[in-house]
């Protein structure tokens, strides 16, 4: 049967795998109030790669999963990737930061910096082990970017549950959005300074400066722009930053992120892009899903891994908590605010996962830390919902109050 079925073929079983097995999971198992099917998808990515299928049926997994398989699902990947990313950096609300700038400071800074610190002192405890830092990494790269893990807030995904939990158009939702959109700047300024590469920095100097040129001249075209040409436009200057930023020495999805972050929101019309993320979930970002559980590595021992999940579970979501309380001190939130918020912002998915799996890339940690902080995003995302929901419920005042 191998030998008569064409590379073709053996693709379209991979897609029909990637998009039924999660997806009766979700639905026969009901999991949508602790697993959306988003996350489902993430998890399924996993059992589906080397470390779990790939054990149990070698040859199946094989069979399916071969080189130019594999190779096509990773083209679909990145351009899905490029895309949700773009939209993310789109979705920035940096003029509502910058309105209320005190309170927003004070509370992303905080709840960036906590487990930013936690999580770097995890990762600390990890160099005293074999198998966890990359390669190609410097220890204070490999530092940096683990406890930068723990601190990521996924912006895409945390709109996705605050629409599930009927707060993103409050009050509190628009707040929880400004403290996400500066901790995403933060994030992404930190992979730059952790991807440069001192031999490139030439290069890399050069696609910065041609960036905010070129940038000044985009934004003077695109409001001139019909809205239906700016995402024509849009897409063409995607491909254009990511390419720069991947020539450089970067990586292209931070070219992809700069290429949105640098746009307005309001250039596009806001049910169009809630559409556009949606169908991007919906038909490509799977495909990633599956190319990232393909990645996954437990050649350090699966009870290695998940003592290292746990402890950097900790470190992030103690930390976020920690970090949120402190702001709320400070700027003397109602009691129960704080608990609320900060369990909003410790949500990892996505934009965690498109982290990691850049500092996987370029060789700042293995497969194995991969495989942990994988875990760890999932864990995270899947305490939100079921531990928010509650609180929101007894707490009704709070979702109305302004800051």
């Known amino acids: 049967m191998h030998a008569i079925l064409s590379t073709t073929e053996i693709f379209l079983i991979a897609l029909g795998i990637i998009f039924t097995v999660p997806y009766l999971i979700w639905r026969v198992g009901r999991t949508d109030y602790y697993a959306p099917l988003v996350v489902v998808q993430i998890i399924t990515g996993i059992l589906l790669g080397p470390g779990i299928l790939g054990s149990i049926f070698p040859d199946y997994y094989a069979f399916v999963f071969t080189q130019p398989v594999v190779q096509s699902l990773n083209g679909i ?27 927003s400071v004070i509370t992303a800074g905080l709840a960036l910096a906590t487990p930013l610190l936690l999580g ?23 530092v940096l970017g683990v406890g930068m893990a723990c601190a990521v807030t996924a912006l895409p995904i945390l709109i996705l549950l605050m629409e599930k939990l009927e707060i993103l158009r409050q009050a ?10 500066l901790d995403d700047i933060a994030i992404w300024g930190v992979l730059a300074l952790i991807l440069m590469d001192w031999q490139r920095v030439g290069m890399q100097g050069a696609f910065l400066f041609a960036f905010g040129v070129c940038s000044y001249g985009f934004r003077k075209l695109m409001v001139r722009l019909p809205e239906n040409d700016r995402w024509y436009v849009g897409l063409i200057w995607l491909v254009v930053c990511a390419f720069g930023a991947d020539w450089s020495g970067l990586h292209f999805m931070v070219g992809a992120f700069l290429s949105g972050a640098v746009m307005d929101g309001d250039w596009f019309d806001q049910k169009q892009m809630d559409l556009l993320r949606h169908h991007v979930l919906l038909v490509v970002m799977p495909v990633f899903f599956l190319s990232t559980g393909l990645r996954t590595n437990w050649s350090v021992g699966g009870e290695a891994v998940f003592i290292a999940a746990a402890v950097l579970l900790f470190a992030s979501v103690g930390g976020k908590l920690l970090g949120v309380q402190v702001a709320g001190k400070v700027l003397k939130w109602q009691p129960g605010e704080a608990s609320i918020i900060g369990w909003m912002l410790q949500t990892k998915a996505l934009i965690m996962i498109i982290f990691v799996n850049i500092l996987m890339d370029k060789g700042v940690i293995t497969s194995e830390t991969f495989t942990a902080l994988l875990l760890m995003a999932v864990a995270s995302t899947m305490l939100t919902v079921p531990v ?16």
């Open 77 to 103: 990947a990145w351009w899905a990737v490029m895309i949700f990313v773009w939209i993310a950096g789109i979705e920035l609300d940096l003029k509502q930061a910058w309105a209320h700038r005190r309170e």
């Open 120 to 142: 770097s002192i995890v990762a600390a405890g990890m160099l005293l082990h074999d198998g966890w830092i990359g390669p190609k990494a410097m220890t204070w790269q490999f």
């Open 172 to 181: 509190i939702g628009q707040r929880i959005l400004r403290y996400a959109s």
């Open 388 to 403: 928010v929901s509650p609180k929101l419920q007894r707490m009704q005042s709070i979702v109305t109050r302004a800051a």
